[in-house]
C-alpha cells in the first residue's frame, strides 16, 4: 500500500468544501451520500447519536505523516460527527480517548488504517472502505453499472473490496494485476460468492477494450490518453494518480474520481457506526 506524502495530505483540510462541490457535479451526490451508499447505513444515524471520534496519531515504523491525523479529522468533522484529536500518541493516545468518552477510534500505522466502534466491536479497513466508497461513486457517475463492462487495474485489498461492490451492483468485471496469482485469487474469491470476473493478463488489449475503469493499482500513467476517449469514466483509488495528471485536467474533468483520502475516510466511518 502507498504511503501517504505531506503534500498528499495537507490541502485537504481547507478544501473539503470545495472537493465536496466538484463530488456533486461529478456523481450527483455529496460525501455524506456516497459514504452512506458505499457503506448501506442512512446518515441520520450519524446525526442523532452523534458518537464522540477520536482520531490518535501513530508513531511506531514510519512514524508520523505531517498533517494525516488533521486531515482524517477535517473529514470526520466535516460529516457532522463530534471530532478530537488526541494529544498523546500510540497507547496513551487510545487510552486518551477511551477516557474523553470517544466510542469511534480512527488510527493508522505504516500496515494498516482503521476504524474501531469500541462499543459494538465493528472494525473498518481503510483498503475495503476505499474500494466500496469508489465503487459507489463509479456507479453514480455512470448511471448505474449493470451489465457494464469495467476493468479493474489491482487486485490488492482495494481491488480485492472493489471487485466486490462491481459485481453486487451487475458489472462485468475483469482483473488486470502484474501479479498473475494476485488476479487468480481475486476471482477465486469472488466465485466462491457467487459471482464471476474475467481475468486479463495482456495490459494493453485490457485498456483499450473498456470505457469504465478502476485504477485500484499504486503504479503512475498506466491509463494513458490512447486509451480515453468521450465514453471514458475512471475511479482512481490509488495513490499515485495512474493518469498522466496535466492531460487529465484537460480530457478527463468531472469524468476522474480520485482524492488521498475523503472516499475512504467517510466510508470508514459510515462502516463503523
Ligand atoms: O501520522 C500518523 O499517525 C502515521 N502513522 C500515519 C501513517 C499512514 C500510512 N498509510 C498511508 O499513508 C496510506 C493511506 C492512503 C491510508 C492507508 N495507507
Redesign the pocket.
Given at each position: 500500500?502507498?504511503?501517504?506524502k505531506e503534500n498528499d495530505v495537507e490541502p485537504i483540510a481547507t478544501t473539503l468544501v470545495g472537493y465536496n462541490e466538484d463530488l456533486l457535479r461529478m456523481t450527483g451526490c455529496s460525501l455524506r451520500e456516497l459514504a452512506a451508499q458505499a457503506s448501506g447505513k442512512e446518515i441520520d444515524y450519524l446525526v442523532n447519536r452523534n458518537p464522540l471520534v477520536a482520531v490518535i496519531?501513530?508513531?511506531?515504523?514510519?512514524?508520523?505523516?505531517e498533517g494525516?491525523?488533521e486531515s482524517v479529522a477535517s473529514i470526520i468533522s466535516y460529516l457532522g460527527s463530534r471530532t478530537v484529536i488526541t494529544k498523546i500518541?500510540d497507547a496513551g493516545g487510545v487510552a486518551e480517548a477511551i477516557q474523553l468518552g470517544a466510542e469511534i477510534l480512527f488510527?493508522?500505522?505504516?500496515d494498516r488504517?482503521v476504524a474501531i466502534n469500541i462499543r459494538t466491536g465493528k472494525v473498518s479497513d481503510?483498503?475495503e472502505a476505499t474500494g466500496k466508497g469508489y465503487v459507489a461513486g463509479l456507479e453514480r457517475m455512470c448511471q448505474g453499472l449493470n451489465g457494464k463492462n469495467v476493468l479493474l487495474l489491482g487486485a490488492g485489498p482495494v481491488g480485492n473490496s472493489a471487485a466486490l461492490a462491481l459485481v453486487r451492483y451487475g458489472a462485468q468485471v475483469t482483473v488486470f494485476d502484474v501479479n498473475i496469482s494476485a488476479s487468480q485469487r481475486l476471482k477465486g474469491a469472488i466465485e466462491e460468492l457467487g459471482y464471476n470476473v474475467q481475468v486479463e493478463t495482456n495490459l494493453e488489449s485490457a485498456l483499450t477494450g473498456h470505457q469504465i475503469f478502476v485504477d485500484a493499482c499504486p503504479a503512475e500513467n498506466v491509463i494513458q490518453l490512447r486509451h480515453i476517449s468521450q465514453a471514458t469514466r475512471i475511479a482512481a483509488p490509488g495513490?499515485p494518480l495512474g493518469v498522466p495528471e496535466l492531460e487529465v485536467k484537460q480530457l478527463l474533468t468531472d469524468r476522474l474520481l480520485h482524492d488521498?483520502?475523503q472516499i475512504?475516510v467517510a466510508t470508514m466511518l459510515l462502516e463503523v457506526l
Open positions: 500500500m502507498t504511503r501517504l496519531p501513530m508513531t511506531c515504523g514510519e512514524g508520523i505523516i494525516f491525523v500518541s488510527m493508522a500505522d505504516d488504517f481503510n483498503g495513490i488521498p483520502l475512504g
